[in-house]
């Protein structure tokens, strides 16, 4: 029997930002105010990350750009890491040098594989502003360090190079979504 209610079933699906939209490319600011609006960000985001069918989001894919992101993922060895982060710092990503697919909500129905190391560390707070250190491998090592990329400004497709970044970029301009999305 659960104690606490599923993340996210209080919260409201917000608007997804698209590959383009400036909130995405720029550097996110730090969460000043520990109060209810952040709490409330925070089931939003899970709310939107569910119903998109992801394992991760940033704010700023929902076009709010403060240092904050939520997961519902799982590592190589399927135990599932389910939170959020606030302030996050990726303060170590070693291991080996893994290049698989990657997918971003940002970018739906695009996929590249993509170089990631397969240990992620990152530090940060809890919504009450407690210190927090989560460690991950395989997959959610991945996602770690997708999400830490959003909030400084960065998409998956600048880790890509080559032809892989011709590729995707080009199935990007090509996506129905790019030609409907919003700007912001």
């Known amino acids: 029997m659960r104690n606490r209610p599923i993340p996210g079933s209080t919260g409201r699906v917000r608007a997804m930002s698209l590959l383009g939209a400036p909130v995405l490319h720029s ?85 590249a594989g993509t170089p990631r190391f397969d240990r992620a560390v990152v530090e940060g707070r809890t919504i009450a502003g407690e210190p927090v250190r989560i460690t991950g491998t395989g997959w959610f090592a991945r996602c770690l360090q997708h999400e830490c990329d959003h909030l400084d400004g960065r998409v998956y497709t600048d880790r890509l190079t080559g032809l892989r970044r011709s590729r995707a970029l080009r199935a990007a301009r090509r996506a129905p979504w790019a030609r409907t999305a919003p700007a912001g």
């Open 27 to 111: 550097p996110c600011d730090d969460v000043t105010d520990f109060g209810p609006s952040l709490a409330r960000l925070v089931e939003d985001m899970f709310a939107t990350m569910y119903a998109a069918n992801g394992v991760g989001l940033a704010a700023n894919q929902i076009g709010v750009p403060l240092r904050v992101f939520v997961y519902d993922c799982p590592d190589d060895d399927e135990v599932r890491h389910l939170g959020h982060l606030v302030n996050p710092v990726l303060i170590e990503a070693d291991g080996d040098t893994v290049r698989g697919p990657e997918g971003c909500l940002s970018l739906p129905g695009i996929e």
